[in-house]
């Protein structure tokens, strides 16, 4: 086999497993910052989250108990609730013609005791009894039948001789968390371990069933609402449905580009200094097969030998040297004939 072919394909599979050695270390940086970028976007969109909704359920939260009081002072001054039952039957036809409040729209009002004195259901409500721990005016109440999360509102109220209860319920329902929701986020309610409501309707509530049974990699953060009772509070899941900030397209397209541009400039500098290496051994080998079958200073010897050299100074040079200083002594101790031939 040639010495320029086997030097050849030498290079050539060296050259091919530095080129495997530079996709794979340049695929796990890939990979390592593919996943590092999309971590941090979605830890920071958590974050964002988190602090956005938080700011949402106190908000709400402070509008409604303003609702509620101003619905109050409303009734007291329209004097409904005095001269029961001609008056309370006024507050019903009033209540139906509004549909109820803007923000309540199903309530309950009773006297101290605990009766009944007018009851208004939205349709489509079933509203629970709720239970308050003296001195609350808020809490929860869920309304088994149709599966209805109500946070309730609690005022005093004159009712003409004594105080009583206003009671507001506020339906915790998928129209209230889409209309808080913005893109690419999933707002679900959870009460005692379920989903109640969803952004998404019912089928955002089959989707969070799934979260919980079969776990989730997507950012979320857990906001629980208020309440006297932590254990008995829903909470807020949010879920971030946005695609990954990086894609692996992205670091696709630019990685072959640079595995390409490596290769070509890898071809183009050491296939360049392979062929001139080569060709400077190629000539050497030749020089000494050519004083083997004619051992004299010929000029192609020479010529070869000069070109083994090169122009630089490194070990093929030094070989090539001292090879033509062993063929001019072996050249000049060997006898020669009156001619100036070398006998046979």
Request: glycine share 8%.
């Given at each position: 086999?040639?010495?320029r072919t086997a030097?050849?394909r030498?290079?050539?599979v060296?050259?091919?497993l530095?080129?495997?050695l530079?996709?794979?270390?340049s695929?796990?940086?890939?990979?390592?910052?593919y996943?590092?970028?999309?971590?941090?976007?979605?830890?920071?969109q958590?974050?964002s989250?988190?602090e956005h909704?938080?700011?949402?359920i106190?908000?709400?939260?402070?509008?409604?108990?303003r609702?509620?009081?101003?619905?109050k002072?409303?009734?007291?001054?329209q004097?409904?609730?005095?001269?029961?039952p001609q008056?309370?039957e006024?507050?019903?036809?009033?209540?139906?013609a509004?549909?109820?409040?803007?923000?309540?729209?199903?309530?309950?009002?009773?006297?101290t005791?605990?009766?009944?004195l007018?009851?208004?259901e939205y349709?489509?409500?079933k509203?629970?009894?709720a239970?308050f721990?003296?001195?609350?005016?808020?809490?929860?109440?869920?309304?088994?039948?149709?599966?209805q999360?109500?946070?309730?509102?609690?005022?005093y109220?004159?009712?003409?001789?004594?105080?009583?209860?206003?009671?507001l319920?506020?339906p915790?329902d998928?129209?209230?968390?889409?209309?808080?929701?913005?893109?690419f986020?999933?707002?679900?309610l959870?009460?005692q371990g379920?989903?109640?409501?969803s952004?998404?309707g019912d089928?955002?509530?089959a989707k969070?069933?799934?979260?919980?049974?079969?776990?989730s990699?997507?950012?979320?953060?857990?906001?629980?609402?208020?309440?006297?009772d932590?254990?008995n509070?829903?909470?807020?899941?949010?879920?971030?449905?946005?695609?990954?900030?990086?894609?692996?397209?992205?670091?696709?397209?630019?990685?072959?580009?640079?595995l390409?541009?490596?290769?070509?400039?890898?071809w183009?500098?050491?296939?360049?200094?392979e062929?001139?290496?080569?060709?400077?051994?190629?000539?050497?080998?030749?020089a000494?097969?050519?004083v083997?079958?004619?051992?004299?200073?010929?000029?192609?010897?020479?010529d070869d030998?000069?070109?083994?050299?090169?122009n630089?100074?490194?070990?093929i040079?030094?070989l090539a040297?001292?090879t033509?200083?062993?063929?001019?002594?072996?050249?000049?101790?060997?006898?020669?004939?009156?001619?100036g031939?070398?006998?046979s």
């Amino acid at each position: 086999m040639p010495l320029r072919t086997a030097l050849g394909r030498q290079f050539i599979v060296r050259l091919l497993l530095a080129l495997l050695l530079f996709a794979a270390l340049s695929g796990l940086v890939s990979a390592w910052i593919y996943h590092l970028a999309n971590r941090l976007a979605s830890n920071q969109q958590t974050i964002s989250a988190h602090e956005h909704y938080s700011k949402v359920i106190s908000g709400l939260e402070q509008h409604w108990g303003r609702e509620a009081f101003n619905f109050k002072i409303r009734l007291e001054a329209q004097g409904f609730l005095e001269n029961a039952p001609q008056q309370t039957e006024k507050l019903m036809a009033n209540l139906t013609a509004q549909g109820g409040s803007l923000e309540f729209p199903s309530l309950r009002i009773e006297n101290t005791r605990g009766e009944t004195l007018a009851s208004f259901e939205y349709i489509g409500h079933k509203i629970p009894k709720a239970r308050f721990l003296p001195g609350q005016e808020t809490t929860w109440a869920m309304d088994p039948v149709h599966g209805q999360l109500f946070m309730v509102f609690r005022q005093y109220i004159w009712l003409g001789t004594e105080n009583g209860y206003l009671t507001l319920f506020k339906p915790m329902d998928h129209a209230l968390l889409t209309q808080y929701s913005y893109p690419f986020t999933r707002l679900s309610l959870w009460w005692q371990g379920k989903p109640v409501a969803s952004s998404e309707g019912d089928d955002g509530l089959a989707k969070a069933a799934a979260f919980a049974k079969a776990g989730s990699h997507s950012p979320l953060a857990r906001l629980p609402w208020s309440g006297n009772d932590p254990e008995n509070v829903p909470q807020l899941l949010i879920e971030s449905i946005s695609p990954p900030l990086l894609s692996i397209a992205d670091f696709a397209g630019p990685l072959l580009l640079s595995l390409l541009l490596f290769a070509l400039a890898a071809w183009f500098l050491l296939g360049t200094w392979e062929r001139r290496l080569g060709q400077r051994l190629e000539r050497l080998a030749r020089a000494q097969e050519s004083v083997l079958a004619e051992p004299q200073m010929a000029a192609e010897i020479e010529d070869d030998l000069r070109a083994a050299r090169g122009n630089g100074s490194d070990e093929i040079s030094a070989l090539a040297q001292s090879t033509e200083q062993l063929i001019r002594q072996a050249t000049a101790a060997k006898p020669t004939g009156p001619d100036g031939a070398v006998p046979s």
